[in-house]
């Protein structure tokens, strides 16, 4: 364990401080003193001393003295330099704040440009960053304000900083430690592999969420497989039947057809007919695509500049859908912001307003003793009135830093909304001039130009329609009776027809049959996926509550290990949720469970936040004079190994006196 202890702190126009010399020699330490006249500025000074800013955690703070007016009283250097042992060893640092002038060309008189500090360690000059790099060998400032300030843990750290800080209490309680502490939690190494709890946790949770979304997908899908059940089997017997039929009637046609056409004096012509009948079909489907192809072409050719205009519009279009697309996110983001911007507003002037009413308090006390209604000695009644002063000016200071901090926010806010409204504004003029792009484009768009084929004509379709009609010519002159014929041939076309058409309804039966069979095998293996899922769901489920069960277990040991190392602070690290998860947090609070910052008094606060000192000391080996403000408020300051400094509001005390454990000393000084 290491401890730094302060020896003696040497104050000079610091502040409202124009000298002061502090020495508690090392030892426990009282001071007192009357509203102003310099105790939080002791404290303030120790603590720029080592990490540059004050007590509050302000870097921005006035260090530099002023007059009467409130102006800065210039020509003087704010020195702060404290002598301390740390492990055994002296240490002395210091430093220096001064003005800086210069006189510019052409001016007889120089000009304040800016103001410096100086550093010293051990009497030796040196670097900001050497001197810094000394103080980070006590400690970093963060740690520092953890082991000055009691009320820093429970009212300044974030909660998660004051988490992790925590659960280095309990680093020993692994996973391995968890599953060993309950007997049903065995199969949890297996489950996790080589993923962590938080990991599985969310890989379980997101397969989860996707098997239960394909198990409420499944009824519906399986309702529209059955859908194409068929109800009974279509009956093709009677169309089986026919086609037999109509395939002999058609044979008998064919050989009947055939006989007439080899008996006949025509049956040459016909053969040579249906010969040119088929060239001139040939060559016909010949010219009609040559002209179709000509057309083609030359619609293409006349279409060339319409299609320019045609990719222009569709560029145009592209950029509105764009634009279209941006301006109402960008419009939504601007109005949240407006929304954020005119609560932040509303809670700046809230805290203005509650600055005010604090301002305007006077002590209303009673003077007179509620028991006996004598009237109270002096002394007492400026006990009060010094106790109310006291809690009146740590509620200004309070609400000072929660306006500041506000006001940050609001003007972050309100620099982040018009932003937003400009990117609207400009996106939306963009989206205009888009438009009208549109629309020009579109008008320059040309009528399309559609040319027609023309009738299908070649020197081959006019020779073979010329000896078509000679040969039709010579089988009209034969004059052959050709009724009978004619009367088989239709009988037969018929029958071909009749046969096509029953085929067709066998083969839609057929595939009818064939979709409802597929259907069958679909509802099948849909309710077997629906088992399955049902089953992995289970599973996860499982898993799931296995996880919870770990987590249960393992805050319940965290909390127990790290509450362990407490005597009168006490930590809640995990919330219940409304799901029954638990939630980190990391909530102050006694040892009753009552919260830090509701049902607690200032005593209790400051002794609960002595205690998280003594304990992180522990943790890291390490102590540092703890400075404790409003000490009055504590009758019975608990022990710590640490130096601690008392900071106590006595009206009778307009100078700073000093109290040691063993002896009272006077603070040297010069009153401002």
């Known amino acids: 364990m290491k401890h730094l202890r302060l020896h003696k702190l040497s104050l000079d126009y610091f502040q409202g401080v124009p000298r002061l010399d502090f020495s508690p020699n090392g030892e426990a330490a009282s001071i007192y003193g009357d509203n102003g006249v310099g105790k939080t500025t002791v404290a303030s000074a120790f603590c720029w001393l080592l990490t540059g800013k004050d007590s509050l955690g302000r870097g921005d703070f006035a260090i530099k003295p002023h007059d009467s007016t409130g102006q800065d009283i210039h020509h003087l250097n704010s020195v702060v330099e404290g002598v301390f042992e740390f492990d055994g060893a002296q240490l002395v640092l210091k430093k220096d704040f001064h003005e800086v002038w210069t006189k510019k060309r052409g001016s007889a008189q120089p000009e304040l440009s800016t103001h410096t ?157 249906r010969e040119a009948e088929a060239e001139l079909t040939a060559a016909t489907a010949n010219a009609q695509a040559a002209a179709r192809k000509t057309a083609a072409d030359a619609t293409i050719a006349a279409n060339a500049g319409r299609m320019t205009a045609l990719q222009a519009v569709e560029a145009a ?123 020009k484009a579109e008008a320059a768009v040309p009528a399309a130009v559609v040319i027609e084929p023309e009738p299908a004509a070649s020197p081959e379709m006019d020779a073979v329609g010329t000896k078509l009609q000679q040969l039709k010519d010579s089988l009209t002159s034969l004059a052959v009776d050709t009724s009978e014929r004619d009367r088989v041939a239709t009988e037969l076309q018929q029958a071909q027809q009749d046969l096509k058409a029953a085929r067709a309804r066998i083969e839609a039966a057929a595939q009818q049959v064939l979709a409802s069979q597929k259907a069958e095998a679909r509802v099948k293996e849909l309710a077997e996926e629906q088992t399955r899922l049902a089953t992995e769901f289970e599973r996860l489920e499982r898993e799931l509550d296995l996880l919870d069960r770990f987590e249960r277990a393992q805050a319940r040991m965290v909390e127990e290990s790290v509450n362990g190392h407490f005597e009168r602070a006490r930590f809640r690290l995990f919330r219940e949720q409304m799901n029954g998860g638990l939630e980190p947090c990391c909530d102050v609070t006694d040892r009753e469970g009552t919260p830090y910052g509701a049902g607690l008094n200032t005593g209790e606060r400051i002794n609960i936040g002595l205690d998280i000192i003594r304990a992180l000391g522990e943790l890291h080996g390490l102590t540092l004079p703890v400075f404790v403000d409003n000490a009055e408020s504590v009758t019975d300051l608990i022990q710590i190994p640490a130096q601690v400094i008392r900071l106590v509001v006595s009206k009778p005390d307009k100078n700073l006196r000093v109290e040691h454990d063993s002896q009272r000393a006077n603070l040297k000084g010069v009153a401002a």
């Not at 194409?228 to 044979?251: C, F, G, R, Y």
């Not at 301002?359 to 002096?378: K, M, N, R, W, Y």
């Not at 006001?407 to 972050?412: C, D, F, P, Q």
Request: aromatic share 4%; net charge negative; hydrophobic share 40%.
């Open 117 to 273: 500090v100086d550093h010293v360690v051990d009497g030796v000059p040196c670097l900001q960053k050497d001197f810094q790099a000394k103080v980070a060998d006590i400690a970093d400032p963060e740690m520092i304000r953890l082991l000055t300030d009691p009320t820093y843990f429970a009212e300044t750290l974030h909660w998660t900083k004051r988490s992790a800080q925590l659960l280095k209490f309990a680093a020993h309680i692994t996973d391995d430690v968890v599953i060993a502490s309950d007997p049903d939690l065995h199969l949890l190494p297996a489950l996790l592999g080589k993923h962590t709890v938080a990991e599985q946790r969310k890989i379980c949770q997101s397969t989860r969420k996707e098997v239960n979304k394909a198990l409420d997908s499944v009824p519906l899908r399986i309702d529209e497989a059955r859908r194409s059940v068929l109800a009974a089997l279509p009956d093709t017997s009677l169309d089986k039947e026919l086609v037999s039929q109509l395939e002999t009637v058609i044979h008998e046609r064919q050989a009947d057809l055939a006989r007439l056409d080899a008996g006949s004096q025509d049956a040459e012509l016909r053969a040579r007919i």
């Open 317 to 439: 279009r592209a950029t509105v859908s764009q634009l279209e697309a941006a301006v109402p996110p960008l419009e939504s983001q601007a109005k949240t912001k407006r929304a954020e911007v005119d609560r932040l507003a509303k809670e700046l002037q809230a805290l203005r307003d509650r600055w005010d009413a604090l301002d305007a308090q006077v002590f209303a006390g009673s003077t007179h003793c509620p028991t006996c209604q004598q009237e109270l000695p002096a002394d007492q009644l400026e006990a009060a009135r010094a106790r109310f002063n006291a809690q009146r000016s740590t509620d200004l200071e309070q609400v000072e830093a929660e306006g500041k901090a506000k006001k940050a926010e609001y003007e972050a806010a309100e620099a982040e909304r018009q932003t937003l409204s400009q990117q609207a504004m400009d996106t939306a003029r963009q989206l205009v001039d888009a438009r009208a792009k549109l629309q």
